[in-house]
């Protein structure tokens, strides 16, 4: 079937990824999928029609603005231009991502029979906005990507037969690629200065204030008092780097156990996140899927996370990592237990890669959401 996929973003951020990695995997089941994305600032070369183009996903090219929020004459004139592409084309189906792109198509389908389903990255804590709200209940149907969520929009009106449950995606085959491709785990260790006896804990965040930094700062200042040999890579960037991460490290003394690496992409990335022994995620960002800590787990990564958002859904608690209290103290017991079981530590992420493979793997996530496009096409 013929699809025209919308991302109402231009940013490689929250949900666009997983997003586009599904699209492909659609694609790959041999349908025709076309993609519509945000158009971005002149210049910006890091934005959603790169990360389209380096999936081999073709352009819808319906000259629309797909902005992230909404605006009265812009988005007129967005609906009427998908308007004349879905009347032109006659896709079978819109996969909406976004509540700006989904409150769109439903309106560019209008006196169509063309069925619009919504990729659904809620996770069922927070109340949907009532805009979207609206669109969902208006819709065809909506792939949710966590339990809470859909029982959450099925309580709320959502029709429950339009509501499909499936676990975030993400395109583990091209991620253990990528990771191959780079040098070995001991290289990448050496490379960045890690003691080859420490264990190697990964955070990849956005360097925010809300991402309670501090609190593994207080961790690691407790496992340094007890001897316990772990060291810390962080990976991101973001605006507040200086204040809530490299001058806390460096005015409590942590310099020797923490390594910043930086914002990494590709290969890179990919041979980094490899080489941890585990990696933490404290607070969820923009993606409440957590997209970096499931890639993690794909590349074999046990994981230390909170129980915020989707983390507990995530996270099988003592099966692929440690769920551990919002305080410094249970995350430094989570890290010194890992440190003293290596062979708990390799276990752990032995099970999080076959969760990976059975749950997360875009091909398993594709045959869920060509259920629901099948069923709203009937």
């Not at 103290?329 to 890290?335: G, K, M, P, T, Y």
């Amino acid at each position: 079937m013929k699809l025209l996929w919308t991302i109402s973003n231009w940013k490689r951020t929250g949900p666009l990824e997983p997003s586009l990695d599904l699209a492909a995997a659609i694609g790959q089941r041999g349908h025709d999928v076309r993609v519509a994305v945000g158009r971005a600032p002149e210049g910006e070369a890091d934005n959603a029609d790169v990360a389209a183009h380096l999936r081999d996903l073709t352009p819808a090219g319906t000259g629309a603005t797909l902005a992230k929020h909404s605006a009265p004459i812009r988005d007129w004139r967005d609906a009427r231009r998908l308007r004349r592409w879905i009347r032109r084309e006659a896709p079978a189906a819109v996969v909406a991502t976004q509540r700006t792109d989904h409150m769109l198509a439903l309106r560019a389908v209008q006196g169509t029979a063309v069925p619009v389903v919504r990729l659904w990255f809620g996770d069922g804590l927070e109340e949907p906005d009532r805009r979207d709200l609206r669109a969902l209940r208006r819709g065809a149907g909506a792939l949710v990507f966590s339990k809470h969520a859909a029982e959450q929009l099925r309580a709320l009106g959502v029709a429950a037969e339009r509501v499909v449950e499936a676990a975030p995606p993400l395109d583990v085959r091209a991620l253990r690629a990528r990771a191959a491709r780079g040098d070995d785990r001991a290289s990448v260790r050496e490379a960045l200065g890690i003691p080859p006896e420490a264990l190697l804990v990964g955070i990849v965040a956005r360097m925010q204030r809300h991402r309670r930094f501090e609190m593994l700062w207080e961790a690691v200042a407790a496992w340094r008092r007890a001897g316990v040999a772990a060291h810390v890579l962080a990976v991101g960037r973001g605006t507040y780097e200086l204040q809530v991460a490299r001058e806390p490290v460096r005015a409590a003394g942590l310099g020797e156990l923490v390594t910043f690496a930086g914002y990494l992409r590709g290969v890179e990335y990919a041979q980094t996140l490899a080489a941890l022994d585990a990696q933490l995620l404290l607070v969820p960002g923009s993606d409440p899927t957590c997209r970096a800590l499931r890639e993690g787990m794909a590349l074999g990564v046990p994981s230390i996370a909170s129980r915020r958002g989707m983390l507990p859904e995530i996270v099988d608690d003592g099966v692929t990592g440690l769920l551990i209290d919002d305080s410094a103290e249970s995350l430094a017991a989570a890290v010194t237990q890992l440190a003293a079981q290596r062979n708990e530590a390799r276990a752990l992420g032995a099970a999080a890669a076959a969760r990976a493979d059975a749950a997360f793997a875009t091909p398993v996530v594709a045959e869920a959401l060509e259920a629901l496009l099948t069923q709203a096409l009937v």
